[in-house]
Nanobody, 118 residues
Framework: QVQLVESGGGLVQAGGSLRLSCAAS????????MGWYRQAPGQQRELVAS?????????NYGDSVKGRFTIARDDAKNMLFLQMNSLKPEDTAVYYC??????????WGQGTQVTVSS
């Protein structure tokens, strides 16, 4: 089992920045990749960014956040981060930390609300 706990959400004005954090615990060794997803009201959950474990990590970003968001991890502390810059009102959503195990099991955090005002 893997437990994921997000923090760092909040209210910010358009153009501002936020940094999300995700603390992972439990069977960390079973994690193959981690990432961030978001879900706005009435919309499907979508990938924001992901990073593979091991080495420098291979990253992948959703088209709408490329160039504005950066995903990073600290394996020593079992932490995952999402630096969000140049935030837009359309970035408003609940952001979920995600982990994919080597057996392709999905783990999710409880989510953290990000609200960007115009």
């Amino acid at each position: 089992q893997v437990q994921l706990v997000e923090s760092g959400g909040g209210l910010v004005q358009a153009g501002g920045s936020l940094r999300l954090s995700c603390a992972a615990s439990g069977s960390i060794f079973s994690i193959n990749a981690m990432g961030w997803y978001r879900q706005a009201p009435g919309q499907q959950r979508e990938l924001v960014a992901s990073i593979t474990r091991g080495g420098r990590g291979r990253t992948n970003y959703g088209d709408s956040v490329k160039g504005r968001f950066t995903i990073a991890r600290d394996d020593a502390k079992n932490m995952l981060f999402l630096q969000m810059n140049s935030l837009k009102p359309e970035d408003t959503a609940v952001y979920y930390c995600h982990a994919l195990s080597v057996t392709f099991f999905n783990y999710w955090g409880q989510g953290t609300q990000v609200t960007v005002s115009s």
